[in-house]
């Protein structure tokens, strides 16, 4: 396992990104920083540079003014990475859904992995999402290893590799 890997396993970092909700989802999230819920104890950092994050945490419907920012900051994360979509907004654009200036959910634009629902959702559901999404992570963490270590010996079993 690469040293990087073995650190970044210990303590994902996550990238929260508004896509133009009401706020109430964001508030919820900044109650499970605090203190009393400490989401950080589960190793959680929040940053906000995408080429440092893991999880993409997503809250609103999906302008069409964020919506290309919200592509770019997916694609500029390093895999493995996992996408989390919170509130009723992010799943279908809730109580914005098929207005003139939204693309209504997430998975409109950037693949989920994880759905949080409510509107907005409690700080114990942001929790619960929350630990799903590093589990994802995890997963997906370990399937890029073995890949990476054992791709020449799968290509060598297909008979496609090629040293020339
Ligand atoms: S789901 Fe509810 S609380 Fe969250 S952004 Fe939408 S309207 Fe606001």
Same mark, same amino acid.
């Given at each position: 396992?690469?040293?990087?890997?073995?650190? /970044?396993?210990?303590?994902?970092?996550?990238?929260?990104?508004?896509?133009?909700?009401?706020?109430?989802?964001?508030?919820?999230?900044?109650?499970?920083?605090?203190?009393?819920?400490?989401?950080?104890?589960?190793?959680?950092?929040? /940053?906000?540079?995408?080429?440092?994050?893991?999880?993409?945490?997503?809250?609103?419907?999906?302008?069409? /003014?964020?919506?290309?920012?919200? /592509?770019?900051?997916?694609?500029?994360?390093?895999?493995?990475?996992?996408?989390?979509?919170?509130?009723?907004?992010?799943?279908?654009?809730?109580?914005?859904?098929?207005?003139?200036?939204?693309?209504?959910?997430?998975?409109?634009?950037?693949?989920?992995?994880?759905?949080?629902?409510?509107?907005?959702?409690?700080?114990?559901?942001?929790?619960?999402?929350?630990?799903?999404?590093?589990?994802?992570?995890?997963?997906?963490?370990?399937?890029?290893?073995?890949?990476?270590?054992?791709?020449?010996?799968?290509?060598?079993?297909?008979?496609?590799?090629?040293?020339?």
């Amino acid at each position: 396992m690469g040293i990087f890997t073995k650190f /970044r396993k210990k303590s994902p970092w996550i990238l929260h990104y508004n896509t133009g909700g009401c706020n109430g989802c964001d508030i919820e999230i900044l109650a499970a920083l605090a203190p009393k819920y400490d989401i950080e104890r589960f190793g959680m950092l929040n /940053r906000g540079n995408p080429k440092q994050s893991d999880i993409l945490l997503v809250t609103g419907p999906v302008t069409k /003014r964020c919506r290309d920012v919200l /592509r770019r900051l997916y694609l500029e994360m390093p895999e493995p990475k996992v996408v989390v979509a919170m509130g009723a907004c992010a799943h279908g654009g809730g109580i914005f859904r098929d207005f003139y200036h939204v693309e209504n959910g997430v998975d409109n634009i950037i693949p989920v992995d994880v759905w949080i629902p409510g509107c907005a959702p409690r700080v114990e559901a942001v929790i619960d999402g929350m630990v799903e999404a590093v589990k994802i992570w995890e997963k997906k963490t370990k399937e890029k290893e073995f890949m990476r270590n054992h791709s020449n010996e799968l290509l060598e079993k297909l008979g496609a590799r090629n040293d020339d």
